[in-house]
T-cell receptor
Framework: ETGVTQSPTHLIKTRGQQVTLRCSSQ?????VSWYQQALGQGPQFIFQ???????GRGNFPPRFSGLQFPNYSSELNVNALELDDSALYLC???????????FGPGTRLTVL | QQQVKQSPQSLIVQKGGIPIINCAYE??????FPWYQQFPGKGPALLIA?????SEKKEGRFTISFNKSAKQFSLHIMDSQPGDSATYFC???????????FGKGTLLTVNP
């Protein structure tokens, strides 16, 4: 059984650019959530996808968007990057109806 | 609005000690309370979780105590080891957004 994987590990962008982060869910998991973790803080929920549709969203602007693919892999897209977007972005997967979320190692995004 | 308050922010104990981390929540719709352990550069890993109909749960050296009336829960680590040094997050699941709400974390250091 493979765990949750994310790519890339690290990324550096400049303000105003766009970025795409990728996640492969744990085998058998059909639900994926994305979280933003600022330095020294707990993860903050961005949104969740189930059956390729967003079915829950946290307090993040529309420039944060996502996709889930038929193989349950997922993308997080962030447009018009701001300095405050610098953070560790975490993907978590689970099965429908379960509360047990399994996190990937994250992608460290730095916006200059 | 911080819905899950965690304390202390940091904690130092000697090997063999019993660190205790406390969390309090506000939303009575929460129905699942996990604890996560995070090492530097890694994603959070699920340690142990409890539902509000249970007052205590033990798994190995980790114990959750839950007080539903006070809306508080805590993590106890028995016979702590230097390898337990990490950041610990409490979280709560519930509400309409299918999300985990995290505390701000506790940095635990276990000295040899």
């Amino acid at each position: 059984e493979t765990g949750v994987t994310q790519s890339p590990t690290h990324l550096i962008k400049t303000r105003g650019q766009q970025v795409t982060l990728r996640c492969s869910s744990q085998s058998g998991h059909n639900t994926v959530s994305w979280y933003q973790q600022a330095l020294g803080q707990g993860p903050q929920f961005i949104f969740q996808y189930y059956r390729e549709e967003e079915n829950g969203r946290g307090n993040f602007p529309p420039r944060f968007s996502g996709l889930q693919f038929p193989n349950y892999s997922s993308e997080l897209n962030v447009n018009a990057l701001e300095l405050d977007d610098s953070a560790l972005y975490l993907c978590a997967s689970t099965t429908s109806g379960s509360h047990e979320q399994f996190f990937g190692p994250g992608t460290r995004l730095t916006v200059l | 609005q911080q819905q899950v308050k965690q304390s202390p922010q940091s904690l130092i104990v000697q090997k063999g000690g019993i660190p205790i981390i406390n969390c309090a929540y506000e939303n009575t719709a929460f129905d699942y309370f996990p604890w996560y352990q995070q090492f530097p550069g890694k994603g959070p890993a699920l340690l142990i979780a409890i539902r509000p109909d249970v007052s205590e749960k033990k798994e190995g050296r980790f114990t959750i105590s839950f007080n539903k009336s006070a809306k508080q829960f805590s993590l106890h680590i028995m016979d702590s080891q230097p390898g337990d040094s990490a950041t610990y997050f409490c979280a709560a699941w519930g509400g309409s957004n299918y999300k985990l709400t995290f505390g701000k974390g506790t940095l635990l250091t276990v000295n040899p």
